[in-house]
């Protein structure tokens, strides 16, 4: 019988762990360097069994964090954090070096959930300590590894570490291992290593889409990672939001990689996915709609479970806009001279701008909900599906705008109402960036971007991004480019070229700008991961590791 290999952590893995330092900004860019920092007591660099920090503050944290993620994903109940705190805090016999690692890891987590409590010193110290014991507990390779790397993996999503990638790898390795054992070798429930297993190929599916590289699942993995239930009748709540988000992650890591082939995907393909995607909504039960969700007719779900259900919509909603993104690329290229065989009238083109629109809407008014929903732990600012997907949204509706106004299609009304969710896009991710130096490129790459399409609505008495606004280290030397116009784009001639004549109320140099604004939409989103505009939907090996080029690699800048 083939047994998959134990994994095992080599001395680059953990150095390069311990030099990760995520995407956090050390400092609130407001405040003053004169200011003290906020501490409860000075934290040591690892911590031992005797000198933890008190249970109450690492108990807080970490029950809200399973409590608001049992409706995404399984790590642990509650009584089993009970059971881990009384080995730490209450033993019969002192706690090993396991314990105070396993502890650790989900008081790390458990920290980003209790923002009036906890510093990041006090994270680092937590985060710290449970990968100095890293090695111990992947040799053990057990039920509590899993749960322990399950934290780890969480924690480094939250802080956008590059090398969370390779440790949801270790999970499914280690997961692969023991379920491929004889059921009676298994060490632990195999119910309990099947829930953890789907957890770490959630894990990967969310990561390998938002950051554009290849999965490390094959067909047979994601055809198990969907649930097999005949019916949802019976189940707990916490367990039917897990089904539906495991299969929308599913079906969301098959869009994307129809999408990011050599060649785009054709109009069959598109059909296809998007036939799915709509059957895993329609089978929703009533109660988990979106529409029902937004109108606060959820009963009898928890704020919780709604909020992960909030989510789940907001991958699916992004699944869609991967889905039709490559064709609004193809519309831009018709449109500015760079490809001669897209019918940008065609009934099926609107059709895709149509659904990427709606998608776009649909998760500004998901992310307004979200964000006072989390207003207590302040999550919706560092989660990773909100960040990235209020920045995909933002990416659609300015390029909607840009191009109904080369078109001379746009309404005054509507434009109104898309510049509106654009600025409420626009301060979500601002406030994301105070925290956090990815959303803070992202941020600066959008408002350059507003700041063009606004200049070319003649929405003048409109708030813009100006660009001085922007902080120029935010910045790549392409998107300088792009936000002072000296990149080398189409001329006017595009415009002729489709008939759509310049009408005499816009200047030449009005017509010029409303080109140049849709040229820089269409640029953010030939870049749906960060690569830059020469890799574009290309998606980048898995072995690329740390030194790969995503939105990621703005911790590191």
């Known amino acids: 019988m083939y047994l998959p290999t134990l994994p095992s952590l080599s001395l680059k893995d953990l150095e390069q762990l311990q030099a990760d330092q995520g995407s956090r900004q050390s400092r609130h860019p407001a405040q003053p360097l004169s200011w003290p920092t906020l501490r409860f007591f000075d934290y040591p660099t690892v911590f031992v069994p005797s000198q933890l920090p008190p249970e109450v503050e690492i108990r807080k944290g970490a029950e809200l964090f399973l409590q608001v993620t049992a409706g995404l994903f399984h790590v642990m109940t509650l009584d089993e954090f009970d059971e881990l705190c009384n080995q730490a805090f209450r033993p019969q016999s002192p706690p090993d070096s396991r314990v105070v690692a396993r502890i650790c890891a989900v008081a790390a987590i458990g920290a980003h959930f209790n923002v009036d409590d ?83 190929m959630f894990f990967e599916c969310w990561l390998s889409t938002s950051l554009g590289y290849m999965s490390d699942l094959c067909a047979g993995e994601v055809d198990f990672l969907q649930p097999v239930t005949p019916t949802l009748d019976g189940l707990q709540d916490d367990s039917v939001t897990q089904i539906k988000a495991k299969e929308i992650i599913v079906l969301r890591a098959r869009v994307c990689k129809a999408t990011c082939g050599l060649e785009p995907p054709t109009e069959q393909m598109i059909e296809e996915h998007m036939t799915a995607l709509e059957g895993w909504y329609r089978k929703l039960p009533p109660n988990m709609t979106l529409t029902v969700l937004l109108n606060g007719d959820a009963d009898p779900l928890t704020a919780a479970q709604q909020g992960a259900l909030l989510l789940s919509h907001a991958m699916y909603l992004g699944a869609v806009m991967m889905l039709h993104r490559r064709v609004l690329v193809a519309v831009s290229d018709g449109i500015l001279g760079h490809a001669r065989d897209t019918d940008i009238w065609s009934a099926p083109v609107q059709e895709h701008l149509v659904h990427s629109v709606e998608a776009a809407r649909a998760i500004v008014r998901i992310f307004i909900l979200l964000r006072f929903g989390t207003a ?147 640029d953010m989103l030939r870049d749906p991961f960060g690569h830059g505009l020469g890799a574009g939907f290309r998606l980048l090996p898995r072995g690329s590791g740390v030194e790969a080029l995503d939105w990621w690699s703005a911790a590191a800048a």
């Open 118 to 200: 906890t510093t990041g010193e006090l994270k680092d110290a937590l985060f710290n300590t449970a990968i100095h014991h890293m090695p111990e507990l992947v040799e053990l390779g057990n039920l509590q590894a899993m749960k322990y790397l399950a934290c780890l993996c969480a924690y480094g999503m939250i802080d956008k570490r590059k090398t969370t990638a390779r440790l949801i790898q270790l999970g499914l390795q280690i997961a692969r291992w023991n379920l491929a054992l004889p059921l009676h070798e298994l060490t632990g429930d195999a119910h309990e290593w099947t829930r953890l297993y789907r957890t770490m």
């Open 376 to 522: 207590t732990t302040n999550m919706h600012v560092r989660c990773w599906i909100c960040v990235f997907e209020t920045y995909t949204a933002c990416t659609i509706l300015l390029y909607n705008i840009a191009l109904r106004t080369i078109q001379h299609a746009a309404q005054r009304a509507e434009t109104q109402l898309d510049l509106e969710r654009v600025t409420t896009c626009l301060g979500m991710l601002e406030a994301s960036a105070l925290v956090d130096k990815v959303s803070q490129k992202m941020w600066a790459a959008l408002a350059a971007v507003h700041h063009a399409v606004v200049v070319s609505t003649g929405h003048q008495g409109y708030p813009i991004s100006p660009p001085e606004a922007v902080e120029p280290r935010s910045l790549s030397h392409s998107q300088v480019q792009l936000l002072h116009g000296t990149t080398t784009g189409s001329s006017g001639l595009g415009f002729e070229q489709h008939g759509l004549a310049t009408p005499s109320l816009r200047s030449p140099r009005g017509c010029l700008s409303a080109i140049q604004a849709f040229k820089r939409a269409t």
